[in-house]
Every structure is written in C-alpha cells, then in structure tokens.
C-alpha cells in the first residue's frame, strides 16, 4: 500500500530561525512530489514539486530535497517569519497515475 | 480569476438529512476532486472526475454520491448523513497530468449531530 510518512508530527521554532521537515513515502512507481502549505482554514496551496531527476529545488525561504533511491524528502525553511506557523503537507502521486497520496502534515508554529 | 469556491462554508445536519455540497472551478481545468480531512489524518479522497459526465470512487467513498453535470461544477451528496461524515471538505481540481498541481477550495466544515 502506498504510504507517506511525515516527521516531526509538530513543531515549535522562534522567528529567525531555521527548520526541517521530513518526508519518507513508499510510493511506487514515482512521478513526483509536493510539498504544500495549509494555513488554518483554508485549503492546502502549493510550494513546490519535485519529480525523479530533480534533488533540489527552492522556492523563496522554502527549499525542497529529493532522495530518490532512499525515498525521502525534506523541505527546509530558512529565517522563518510568524506567517510560516501552517501544516506543511507531502503529497507523492505513483507513476501513471493522477490520483496522489497524501501525508499527514507537520503542523508549525512560530512564536516570535 | 475565482480559482475554486466551495458552498457552503458551515453546515450543521441531524443524523439522516441529506445535503449537497457544491464546488465551482473557474480555470477550465478537467479534473475535479472531492476530499475529507479530519483531525491527525491526511486529505482522503471521496470521489473524482476526469472530465465532464464521468466519475469515479476514490479511498472512502461509502455514504456518499457525486455528480459532474458540467465542467466546472462538482457536487457532492450525503442522502442520509451520519455523524462518522463529521468533517472538513474541501474539493480540488487540476488540468489532469499527473504533474499538475490540484488547487484547492477554501472547505466546508460539516458537523452532524
């Protein structure tokens, strides 16, 4: 069964500093990844995606890896701001498929 | 652009009544979804469409129903609700190819007594 992983479950950090969140998935075949942002009520909105060739890719603070032979990924926030405090959702879709699987979320909160 | 919207916001039901839930697109996107949240749990799909007049059952679809009378309407049905169907909804849609992104609506909270 196709599952996705995400640690730590939350996440405290002061304003300023910097953080990572994990994603491990045993999706298979793999056709890409993607992290995205849910702020409290309101839908989740994407940050970005990552498909088998790709290691890294940025998106202002928030930058994303990709190990594909271990079937991990992580996004990293860089000098967070109070309006980072979100879920942060790993969403994996399988080859062939458009239908993805999604992780439980890494609630974060920022206090300044 | 509107993106999605989803109607209603808020619904209170008593165990039994029905309602319908509807989503609207406005980016002539073909896909369209219909998901549950609840707490410590990710996104799980109800139902999906791939294009107009089609639909299909996704992970938990049990209790409820779907219709995909135009593109850009998707509506999600509960004919006898339960308070188990106690949960966010949020509907998405996408252009289709597995790379695309799904945007998502702002969700409907629904609680059944």
């Known amino acids: 069964k196709n599952q996705v992983e995400q640690s730590p479950q939350s996440l405290i950090i002061l304003e300023g500093k910097n953080c990572t969140l994990q994603?491990?998935?045993?999706?298979?075949?793999?056709?890409?990844l993607r992290w995205y942002k849910q702020d409290t009520g309101r839908g989740p909105v994407s940050l970005t995606i990552?498909?088998?060739?790709?290691n890294t890719k940025s998106n202002g603070r928030y930058t994303a890896t990709l190990d594909a032979d271990t079937k991990q990924s992580s996004l990293h926030i860089t000098a967070s701001q109070l309006s980072d405090s979100a879920s942060y959702i790993c969403?994996?879709?399988?080859?062939?498929?458009?239908?993805?699987?999604f992780g439980r979320g890494t609630s974060l909160i920022v206090h300044p | 652009n509107a993106g999605v919207t989803q109607t209603p916001k808020f619904r209170v039901l008593k165990t039994g009544q029905s309602m319908t839930l509807l989503c609207a697109q406005d980016?002539?996107?073909?896909?369209m979804y219909w998901y549950r949240q609840d707490p410590g749990m990710g996104l799980r799909l109800i139902h999906y469409?791939?294009?107009?007049?089609?639909?299909a059952k996704g992970e938990v679809p049990d209790g409820y129903n779907v219709s995909r009378l135009k593109k850009q309407n998707f509506l999600l049905g509960l004919e006898s609700a339960a308070p188990s169907q106690t949960s966010v909804y949020f509907c998405?849609?996408?252009?289709?190819?597995?790379?695309?992104?799904?945007?998502f609506g702002p969700g409907t909270r629904l609680t059944v007594l």
């Open positions: 998405a849609s996408s252009y289709g190819t597995s790379n695309d992104e799904q945007f």
């Open positions: 994603c491990n998935y045993t999706v298979s075949p793999f056709s890409n």
């Open positions: 990552m498909t088998f060739s790709e």
């Open positions: 969403v994996v879709t399988p080859g062939g498929s458009y239908i993805p699987t």
């Open positions: 980016m002539n996107h073909e896909y």
């Open positions: 469409s791939v294009g107009e007049g089609t639909t």
